[in-house]
């Protein structure tokens, strides 16, 4: 299996490859679901390339924001480079980068990223149908149904997540980030509304109900080998360099050994950890939430003995040290607010007898106050600088063909040509010209490109082993063809497809909130499991309303649930057509397959997310049925007038009725409530489960 590492910026993949990684992820300065990360320029991608091959390891490039129609130029230039690089892997969310990769870029090698939502083995055949070698699965999925995707899609690769962060929502399917904040996790820009805090209404109890704990999935590493899986994914691009190596190092000595090894756990914990869980893996219904709070907690160190107002004695179990970090949980008893953590750094210490240690603290701390240890200054590693390491170069073949007055250079990739004029000479001793050019050529100085295979044409009066060329001209012949071949690199693209200014808009398209069943559940789609009647549908002179669940984890009998709605609404009401609404790639082979055998047309609702016209032409020709219309991309509402659409595209309106969270964690067991309602400032977060999927609305 391989470990894929977290790598945020240029170090973090160096220290994840010297950890034990076979390849890191990494996003380049544009479409990085982790904008925040420091992330990996172009000649930091060189560099790393250069490592990457010298060691045997891979290089995946992470692409997987949506991208509007105004950003393809930029969106090109970085596919290109992506290509140049000639990297293991692209990880895509978006189905027009898709659509454009497997047109324009078709060397590149498609993984489909977590925020694709793929949980069904529906979901894998779309990716496989759509060009895609790897599919990123979902977090929410158990073993079991990793066994069953994995047996029912044979042809495609898997990436499982083990360890790191894990959302509250089903990835890719969030938007409290972006419809609350303006900020969307969708862009990169997740502004981590499940870390903060809110209120149960009802018991005015307050906590991080959405915050939740850590994957640890040291315990079924051999599980996952035994049923095929390629990839081992470890969360991290925003945590520091060390912490990519030390998950490397832990989980690299638990796929060679078969056992974790307890100091680098514990190293691990120290460089950043949660309260941690094996989430669904093993399927088991276990406590996925931290309550308490929602950030590094490390490892525990003691508790305080004794303390003044500006000293503490702890009763160290871990060694302590200047400079290293602490963090006091501080009880407030008899109040309904969360404990207080109270982060700071030993700036002051001294040994007593025993464990007992005394240090300097920023306030004072009560007796029996927890304390725990959260950073360490002796794992701090240096900070790795790119330039010290060589750039690659990507090697081009060359054909050079010789006539008696010029010399021609070609190359289809990149495609390139050019002649000039050259004095060739009868050598008086044998000469192999062919072996004096490649070795000229080979020295390709700082350009982009070197030489890949060589061939030369010999079109002169001279035989091979008597044609002589002066090596001057040679040099510069060689200066002149990797100048061609940098201008040409550097160049804008010509193939950027752009508007064609025809209006794309036509129709009434319906705000988002009117499509949904009118049932007192109050979901926006079709419940999987639950009935429904036709007479809970929406339904105009024109259609009848059917949206589907972007979430499915039994997709056949959702099958039959709808065929049977279908055939009740055909029945009620014979002037309408059904009209179904796509919220993901899964729903594509099940619509095409209902339509086979009963009258009906889609919409493309709200969670496909049709952020440029790319996405809106690969959704239209993947379908066999008509699309009727479709929605722009829920967290912005600007779709533009300007682009011929393949079908009307229109915005959804605001919506209250669409979920800014689709969970499979149960709201009711993690708290223990009945409660309905959650109050975060002048916020109101409703929330409804239905078949363990927990939906949270914002009002």
């Known amino acids: 299996m391989e470990l894929l590492a977290p790598a945020g910026g240029f170090s973090s993949a160096v220290y994840a490859f010297s950890g034990g ?66 990297i293991d892997g692209v990880i895509v969310q978006d189905l027009g980068v898709a659509a454009v990769i497997r047109r324009d870029f078709p060397s590149l090698i498609l993984h489909g990223s977590t925020q694709m939502a793929v949980h069904t083995v529906e979901g894998a055949r779309q990716l496989l149908d759509m060009g895609f070698s790897r599919a990123v699965l979902a977090r929410e999925l158990s073993l079991e149904e990793i066994a069953a995707i994995q047996s ?55 906590g991080y109900f959405f915050s939740m704990k850590d994957l640890h999935g040291s315990q079924v590493i051999g599980e996952l080998a035994k049923m095929g899986v390629e990839s081992l994914k470890i969360e991290g691009r925003m945590k520091s360099p060390e912490y990519s190596e030390a998950a490397s190092a832990y989980y690299r000595g638990i796929i060679d050994t078969g056992f974790p090894d307890p100091e680098q756990y514990r190293r691990l914990q120290l460089l950043f950890s949660r309260d941690t869980t094996d989430g669904w893996l093993k399927g088991n219904i276990q406590s996925m939430t931290s309550r308490e709070y929602p950030s590094h907690i490390g490892i525990p160190v003691g508790r305080v003995v004794t303390s003044s107002r500006t000293h503490a004695v702890i009763d160290a179990r871990e060694k302590l040290s200047l400079h290293d970090g602490l963090l006091a949980r501080l009880n407030h008893p008899g109040s309904s607010a969360l404990p207080e953590w109270l982060p700071f750094s030993i700036s002051e210490i001294s040994e007593k007898k025993g464990a007992a240690v005394t240090v300097r603290t920023p306030r004072p701390l009560a007796p029996g106050t927890e304390v725990r240890k959260i950073s360490d200054h002796r794992l701090r590693r240096p900070e790795i600088r790119s330039s010290s390491f060589p750039p690659w170069q990507h090697p081009v073949d060359l054909q050079i063909t010789i006539t008696d007055t010029s010399v021609t250079c070609t ?22 010209v062919s072996l004096k050019a490649a070795e000229v050529f080979k020295e390709s100085g700082e350009s982009l490109f070197t030489l890949g295979e060589f061939t030369l044409v010999n079109r002169s009066p001279f035989p091979d082993n008597q044609l002589f060329i002066p090596p001057s001209q040679l040099k510069q012949l060689r ?53 429904s009647v036709p007479e809970d549908l929406h339904r105009d002179d024109r259609y009848c309303y059917i949206p589907l669940s972007p979430v499915l984890f039994n997709a056949k009998g959702y099958e039959q649930q709808l065929q049977q709605l279908l055939q009740a609404c055909i029945s009620s009401f014979p002037g309408l057509e059904p009209l179904l609404g796509v919220n993901n790639i899964a729903h594509i082979p099940l ?49 533009s007038n300007d682009i011929k659409w393949p079908f ?32 975060q400032q002048e916020r109101t977060f409703r929330i409804r489960e239905y078949g363990g999927i927990t939906c949270v609305f914002v009002d």
């Open 411 to 432: 190359s289809l990739s990149p495609e390139a040509q050019l002649e000039q004029d050259i004095t060739i000479q009868q050598s008086r001793k044998p000469f192999d």
């Open 591 to 639: 619509v095409n397959h209902i339509a086979s055998s009963v009258p009906a047309a889609v919409w493309i609702d709200v969670h496909c997310y049709i952020a440029n016209r790319a996405a809106a032409e690969a959704l239209a020709g993947m379908l066999d049925i008509p699309v009727r219309f479709g929605y722009w991309w829920i967290e912005h509402q600007n779709v």
């Open 152 to 206: 029912g899609c044979p042809e495609l690769s898997y990436e499982v997540f083990v360890h790191g962060a894990l959302c509250y929502s089903v990835s890719g399917l969030c938007l409290a980030s972006g419809r609350m904040l303006g900020r969307s996790a969708n862009r990169g820009m997740c502004a981590q509304i499940c870390r903060t805090w809110s209120e149960l209404s009802a018991r005015g109890e307050r």
């Open 479 to 531: 200066r002149s063809w990797y100048e061609l071949l940098d201008k040409l690199f550097a160049a804008t693209p010509k193939n950027i497809p752009t508007p064609d200014g025809s209006p794309g808009l036509s129709g009434t398209i319906p705000d988002r909130d009117l499509l949904s069943p009118k049932s007192p559940s109050g979901f926006p789609w079709i419940v999987p499991g639950c009935p």
């Open 648 to 679: 009307p595209v229109g915005a959804a309106g605001p919506s209250r009725t669409i979920p800014i969270f689709i969970s499979r964690t149960s709201f009711r067991d993690e708290t223990g409530s009945d409660v309905q309602e959650l109050l």
């Open 21 to 86: 990684a076979d390849a890191v992820y990494a996003g380049m300065q544009r479409f990085s679901a982790r904008q925040g990360a420091q992330n990996v320029t172009f000649d930091e991608f060189r560099r790393l390339k250069r490592a990457a091959e010298h060691q045997g390891k891979r290089i995946y490039a992470a692409v997987n924001t949506l991208v509007m129609d105004h950003e393809m130029e930029i969106l090109y230039q970085q596919l290109r480079h992506c290509a140049y690089l000639q």
